[in-house]
């Protein structure tokens, strides 16, 4: 990349300025959550904006796009079954993590800033939550996924509202809550977005 980047730029200007004068306009960043399912997965998006989910044939949500704003039609956010988005795109041949079931959490930044300031690009995945929720104590399966599938389609507030029994209510919040503090860890996440940046040559020496 950085041979053809130099080859192609008038006056053959080093990638050392390139990387320094250059904005990116564009940057996908994406976590994948291995071994789960996006159907099994809760997700709870804390900015503004509208959500979008599609479903397959047998009703399992395979793509949910958060965040819509009526100003910018294109989702910031995207949550899909990245392995089945790869089974249909690249057939059986290629496959990641050994074709375990995989997630993708994707954020579509748009920092309009040089290569180099982008180690200073703030965590955006601080803006969402994912948990994998288990049921708790007394509470069927299927009471428990109808809950979570209303917590999909309606939000979480007006899914516990529908709730009338308040001390039921408080054991799904409980679980809920303890299910996202003990999985989703967004600064682990963004403790290497420096090193990962220097790693693939993005920073200036």
């Known amino acids: 990349m950085k041979e053809q980047l130099e080859s192609v730029v008038v006056g053959a200007l080093s990638f050392e300025h390139i990387l320094?004068?250059?904005?990116?306009?564009?940057?996908?960043?994406?976590?994948?959550?291995?071994?789960?399912?996006?159907?099994?997965?809760?997700l709870q998006f804390g900015g503004e904006g509208k959500s979008h989910w599609y479903y397959s044939g047998a009703g399992q949500p395979e793509t949910g796009y958060l965040g819509i704003k009526q100003s910018d039609k294109n989702a910031p956010w995207t949550a899909y079954n990245k392995r089945k988005q790869l089974k249909e795109t690249a057939g059986s041949g290629k496959q990641l993590y050994g074709g375990?079931?995989?997630t993708r959490l994707e954020f579509h930044a748009k920092p309009n800033k040089p290569l180099g300031e982008l180690k200073?690009?703030?965590?955006?995945?601080?803006?969402?939550?994912?948990?994998?929720?288990?049921?708790?104590?007394?509470?069927?399966?299927?009471?428990w996924q109808f809950f979570l599938d209303a917590c999909q389609r309606r939000g979480h507030k007006q899914a516990l509202a529908?709730?009338?029994?308040?001390?039921?209510?408080?054991?799904?919040?409980?679980a809920l809550t303890t299910a996202?503090?003990?999985?989703?860890r967004p600064e682990k996440i963004w403790a290497v977005w420096e090193q990962s940046l220097s790693k693939h040559g993005l920073l200036p020496t």
């Open 20 to 42: 320094s004068t250059s904005k990116v306009t564009r940057l996908d960043i994406a976590v994948d959550i291995i071994g789960i399912r996006i159907d099994a997965l809760d």
């Open 100 to 102: 375990l079931s995989h």
């Open 120 to 143: 200073h690009y703030p965590n955006p995945f601080t803006q969402i939550s994912v948990a994998y929720p288990v049921a708790p104590k007394g509470v069927s399966l299927y009471a």
């Open 162 to 174: 529908l709730i009338p029994d308040g001390q039921v209510k408080g054991r799904y919040v409980k």
């Open 180 to 184: 996202h503090e003990t999985f989703w």
